[in-house]
Nanobody, 123 residues
Framework: QVQLVESGGGLVQAGGSLRLSCAASGRSFSNFLMGWFRQAPGKEREFVASVSWSVGVTSYADSVKGRFTISRDNAKNTVYLQMNSLKPEDTAVYYC????????????????WGQGTQVTVSS
């Protein structure tokens, strides 16, 4: 069974950086798309970034382009989200997700989810 475990969240000042990790286990992810979503209080869960496990093709939400970088380490079965130039509006619970199939930013179409990690950016 698929397990996704996030780590690396915390409190950071605006302009700072954090790196989130997502350890994936339970099966081969070679044909999977891996992604990060976030959900702020009172808001819908929104797409942040994704990467195809096999060839490393990436996609980003416009709000994070140029500031966030998603990557994966096949040997460690881990996906990362490097977040730079953080803003207070980046404050949210960040979730790792996985799906088989083409890219989609629609959260409801992703099959597997981690438990989430809190990121808080102070102004």
């Amino acid at each position: 069974q698929v397990q996704l475990v996030e780590s690396g969240g915390g409190l950071v000042q605006a302009g700072g950086s954090l790196r989130l990790s997502c350890a994936a286990s339970g099966r081969s992810f070679s044909n999977f798309l891996m992604g990060w979503f976030r959900q702020a209080p009172g808001k819908e869960r929104e797409f942040v970034a994704s990467v195809s496990w096999s060839v490393g093709v990436t996609s980003y939400a416009d709000s994070v382009k140029g500031r966030f970088t998603i990557s994966r380490d096949n040997a460690k079965n881990t996906v990362y989200l490097q977040m730079n130039s953080l803003k207070p509006e980046d404050t949210a619970v960040y979730y790792c997700a996985a799906r088989q199939g083409a890219y989609t930013p629609v959260a409801g179409r992703w099959a597997y989810w981690g438990q989430g990690t809190q990121v808080t950016v102070s102004s």
